[in-house]
C-alpha cells in the first residue's frame, strides 16, 4: 500500500507545474502552459504572487500577453 501512495504522489509532483514555471509563461506569453491546467488548478494560480507581489496576471498583462489573461474565468 505505501509503494502505491509513493507512486501516486510522484504521479502528482510530475503533472503540477511550479509557481516559477506558471510566471515565465506568463512572461513569454505561453498560453499554452495554461491550457493544460484544469479549472482546479487555474482558479488556484490565480492567488500567486511572484516576489514583486505580482500576480499571474499582472505580468502577462504587462508583457502584452492578452491571451493569457482570457484563459481566467471571471471572479
Known amino acids: 500500500m505505501e ?3 509513493d507512486a501516486t ?3 502528482e509532483s510530475k503533472q503540477q507545474i511550479r509557481d516559477e514555471e506558471l510566471f515565465k509563461a506568463a512572461e513569454s506569453g505561453n ?3 495554461f491550457m493544460s ?3 482546479q488548478q487555474l482558479a488556484k494560480s490565480i492567488s500567486f504572487r511572484n516576489k514583486d ?3 499571474l ?3 502577462s498583462a504587462s508583457f502584452g500577453h492578452s491571451q493569457v489573461c482570457f484563459l481566467y474565468p471571471k471572479y
Do not use: Y
Request: net charge positive; glycine share 12%.
Open 3 to 5: 509503494a502505491e501512495t
Open 9 to 11: 504522489k510522484g504521479q
Open 31 to 33: 498560453f499554452l502552459v
Open 37 to 39: 491546467l484544469s479549472l
Open 53 to 55: 507581489g505580482r500576480s
Open 57 to 59: 496576471l499582472h505580468v
